[in-house]
């Protein structure tokens, strides 16, 4: 696999709009570029940077990811974003889903198996901040290719929803995600000391929520090779399009890898209630069950403290030495000149 390259997020986004501006980026000597997309979130801590580190072949020590990190991979290009801060910084999905890139956009959303209390709030808020903006820009792009000449006689260069074989399994009952979607469970070796009771619940219900959305799951810890190279087997394939191997695991007692259009609905069965009584939650539709089942056994704790989140350009873990002296200075002069403006003022009322 190509080095990656290290220049700065910025530095590589100007080259890549130049690139595009002046036509480049398309071949390469003659030669056809591959080129995808590949959007991370997922739980706060839970393992992200590490993962894609290990994915990517490098080595070295993981950092607090910036509020939406880029890296690029050469040759066969691979544009990888990560967002970081959970839930909180969720409106930034809008950064790696454009109508550019969700001609080859795959997304991974990576789960903290360790927080099963907070595991549902962050899946649930996260899928429907990067759907809603998939679906935005699907329709702008509908919207635009309708607006060029001869777009009456054309068939549209984007869809609102992927196109499943017609044998899918359960085609006709689930939801596929617009794009194609990667679930990982990561700290698999902290989610082990759970008793089996409580993997089961998460296992299943992460299985339910896979299949509705057309996914692919695993469940993964840095600590494992083993794990890691499959892992990295699965974002090889969404990234490079190689391929992901055909090992499937479906059993609760061990780490789950099922990829997309292995499960059925049959084979994940009802979801676990030995301690909940179903009839008394007056579900919406099968997800809204398992999510109250889910909420039930793991009461999800309250993110309201996300909502107060800080500005993160003052976070020192996202310091930029330049950028912040610069601002610092800004700052100073706008403070000076609200001094200046109260005194002016202060004079006009003693001359009035």
């Known amino acids: 696999m190509p080095k990656l390259s290290s220049d700065t997020l910025w530095e590589l986004a100007a080259a890549e709009v130049h690139s595009r501006e002046s036509g480049g980026g398309e071949e390469d000597g003659g030669e056809t570029v591959s080129e995808r997309s590949v959007f991370l979130m997922g739980s706060k801590a839970g393992g992200k940077t590490s993962i894609l580190l290990r994915c990517l072949d490098?080595?070295?020590?993981?950092?607090?990811?910036?509020?939406?990190?880029?890296?690029?991979?050469?040759?066969?290009?691979?544009?990888?974003?990560?967002?970081?801060?959970?839930?909180?910084?969720?409106?930034?999905?809008?950064?790696?889903?454009?109508?550019?890139?969700?001609?080859?956009?795959?997304?991974?959303?990576?789960?903290?198996?360790?927080?099963?209390?907070?595991?549902?709030?962050?899946?649930?808020k996260l899928l429907q901040a990067a759907q809603g903006q998939l679906e935005k820009v699907f329709s702008q792009s509908q919207q635009a290719e309708k607006s060029k000449p001869?777009?009456?006689h054309q068939t549209p260069a984007?869809?609102?929803?992927?196109?499943?074989?017609?044998?899918?399994?359960?085609?006709?009952?689930?939801?596929?995600?617009?794009?194609?979607?990667?679930?990982?469970?990561s700290k698999y070796d902290m989610f082990q000391e759970f008793d089996s009771d409580k993997k089961k619940v998460?296992?299943?219900?992460?299985?339910?929520?896979a299949h509705y959305y057309a996914a692919s799951l695993i469940f993964t810890s840095i600590k494992s090779e083993s794990l890691v190279s499959k892992t990295k087997s699965f974002f090889s394939h969404l990234a490079f399009g190689l391929d992901r191997g055909k090992t499937v695991s479906c059993e609760s007692n061990k780490p789950l890898i099922i990829p997309a259009g292995s499960d059925t609905f049959s084979q994940i069965g009802s979801p676990p209630s030995a301690d909940v009584d179903i009839t008394s939650l007056h579900a919406k539709n099968p997800k809204d069950l398992w999510k109250k089942v889910y909420e039930r056994v793991f009461p999800q704790e309250s993110t309201s403290e996300q909502k107060e989140l800080k500005d993160p350009g003052k976070d020192p873990?996202?310091?930029?030495?330049?950028?912040?002296?610069?601002?610092?200075?800004?700052?100073?002069?706008?403070?000076?000149y609200k001094r200046n403006a109260a005194k002016s003022w202060k004079g006009l009322e003693l001359e009035t």
């Open 58 to 124: 490098r080595d070295e020590p993981s950092k607090p990811t910036l509020p939406c990190g880029f890296v690029f991979q050469p040759k066969d290009i691979a544009h990888i974003w990560e967002l970081g801060g959970g839930t909180s910084l969720s409106d930034l999905v809008q950064i790696p889903i454009t109508p550019v890139s969700i001609r080859s956009l795959s997304v991974i959303l990576i789960l903290d198996l360790s927080k099963p209390n907070v595991l549902w709030g962050t899946m649930e």
């Open 150 to 152: 001869g777009a009456k």
């Open 158 to 185: 984007h869809s609102a929803a992927r196109v499943l074989p017609k044998d899918y399994p359960d085609r006709e009952l689930i939801s596929p995600f617009p794009v194609p979607l990667l679930i990982i469970g």
């Open 202 to 209: 998460v296992s299943k219900t992460l299985r339910f929520v």
């Open 317 to 336: 873990q996202y310091s930029e030495p330049q950028i912040d002296a610069m601002r610092a200075q800004k700052d100073q002069e706008l403070e000076q």
